[in-house]
């Protein structure tokens, strides 16, 4: 096939920004289904973390995408996209084998030496802060828009966003009653239980919706023991959905240790989301706030 010239490369991306829609927010997913990538498309995009790779799809931008990581799983149509594997255990021979222009990669990624070895070779890796508040979320989608050459896009959906964010955190502001304890279990894997302390994504959102950690002293996850569960009391036990299922559901999660031994657990209040939609810090955020505080309100009223 003939190689496109530069000047034509220009006029083709130049109808693309001009024929752009910025819609709303709720709309920037309803794009046209993932494709292969466009021989004209001069970005050529691998994006590692699965917030990362929404904000790419909310800016209309899935057209550069050519790889995404494992934990790229919204919209359902990232998922039809090369995988590069996990975000923390990166193949440099597989990022490269996709030929990127640009890789964008949360804080979180790895080993570091595949992250030189790509810089290495040439090509431009940016590393996004986790920052998990509102505003991180922000500083992100203005970071991608510049990289993907769509800033207009990245404006309009921050405005969305604010008005959301204004909407949810109203939502959780008619709170009157004492904050309950949540004890999050982070559960993916039988063989690996942890509880999350400060400084993690779990300790963001419960702050989001008013409640408090029911665990604390500590940063990051810690294994799960018996006497800690026991002792922290905790009123709710949050997951992910993918956790809840991994540990065998309600009954499965109620047999770690300690925990039937908690009010969460004599009362049976388990709840759980999505992990990337709950811990993932990207667009949907707002929304995720105000499922956790639904839910939350929902079990404490039973």
Same mark, same amino acid.
């Not at 800016?59 to 799983?73: C, F, H, M, R």
């Given at each position: 096939?003939?190689?496109?010239?530069?000047?034509?490369?220009?006029?083709?991306?130049?109808?693309?920004?001009?024929?752009?829609?910025?819609?709303?927010?709720?709309?920037?997913?309803?794009?046209?289904p993932t494709h292969a990538a466009n021989p004209a498309n001069s970005r050529r995009i691998?994006?590692?973390?699965?917030?990362?790779?929404?904000?790419?799809?909310?800016? &209309? /931008?899935?057209? @550069?995408? !050519? =790889?995404?990581?494992?934990?790229?799983?919204?919209?359902?149509?990232?998922?039809? +996209?090369?995988?590069?594997?996990?975000?923390?255990?990166?193949?440099?021979?597989?990022?490269?084998?996709?030929?990127?222009?640009?890789?964008?990669?949360?804080?979180?990624?790895?080993?570091?030496?595949?992250?030189?070895?790509?810089?290495?070779?040439?090509?431009p890796v940016t590393v996004l802060a986790a920052n998990h508040r509102f505003e991180g979320l922000n500083e992100r989608i203005e970071r991608i828009g510049e990289?993907?050459?769509?800033?207009?896009?990245?404006?309009?959906?921050?405005?969305?966003?604010?008005?959301?964010?204004?909407?949810?955190?109203?939502?959780?502001?008619?709170?009157?009653?004492?904050?309950?304890?949540?004890?999050?279990?982070?559960?993916?894997?039988?063989?690996?239980?942890?509880?999350?302390?400060?400084?993690?994504?779990? &300790? /963001?959102?419960? @702050?989001? !919706? =008013?409640?408090?950690?029911?665990?604390?002293?500590?940063?990051?996850?810690?294994? +799960?023991?018996?006497?800690?569960?026991?002792?922290?009391?905790?009123?709710?036990?949050?997951?992910?959905?993918?956790?809840?299922?991994?540990?065998?559901?309600?009954?499965?999660?109620?047999?770690?240790?300690?925990?039937?031994?908690?009010?969460?657990?004599?009362?049976?209040?388990?709840?759980?989301?999505?992990?990337?939609?709950?811990?993932?810090?990207?667009?949907?955020?707002?929304?995720?706030?105000?499922?956790?505080?639904?839910?939350?309100?929902?079990?404490?009223?039973?």
């Open positions: 096939m003939r190689r496109l010239t530069h000047s034509a490369q220009q006029v083709n991306l130049e109808r693309r920004k001009v024929c752009l829609h910025v819609g709303a927010l709720a709309a920037a997913f309803t794009v046209a691998v994006s590692v973390g699965g917030a990362l790779t929404e904000i790419v799809f909310a800016l &209309q /931008a899935n057209a @550069d995408l !050519v =790889g995404v990581d494992t934990t790229s799983l919204y919209p359902e149509s990232a998922q039809k +996209l090369p995988s590069v594997g996990y975000a923390r255990s990166l193949s440099a021979e597989g990022v490269l084998a996709l030929a990127p222009t640009q890789v964008i990669v949360t804080e979180d990624a790895g080993p570091p030496a595949v992250l030189r070895q790509l810089s290495a070779s040439g090509i990289l993907t050459g769509r800033v207009a896009q990245a404006n309009a959906i921050q405005q969305t966003l604010q008005q959301d964010w204004v909407r949810v955190r109203a939502q959780v502001a008619q709170h009157t009653t004492k904050p309950v304890r949540v004890l999050f279990v982070l559960a993916h894997t039988p063989n690996q239980i942890m509880v999350a302390g400060a400084d993690t994504s779990a &300790q /963001a959102m419960l @702050d989001y !919706v =008013g409640a408090n950690n029911a665990i604390n002293g500590f940063s990051g996850y810690k294994p +799960l023991t018996p006497e800690a569960v026991i002792a922290a009391r905790p009123d709710i036990v949050l997951l992910t959905d993918q956790g809840l299922k991994a540990t065998g559901g309600v009954d499965g999660i109620l047999k770690l240790p300690g925990l039937e031994q908690t009010p969460a657990g004599r009362s049976r209040r388990v709840i759980s989301l999505e992990a990337m939609f709950l811990l993932g810090f990207g667009p949907r955020l707002p929304a995720a706030v105000s499922a956790l505080d639904t839910a939350i309100g929902k079990v404490m009223r039973v």
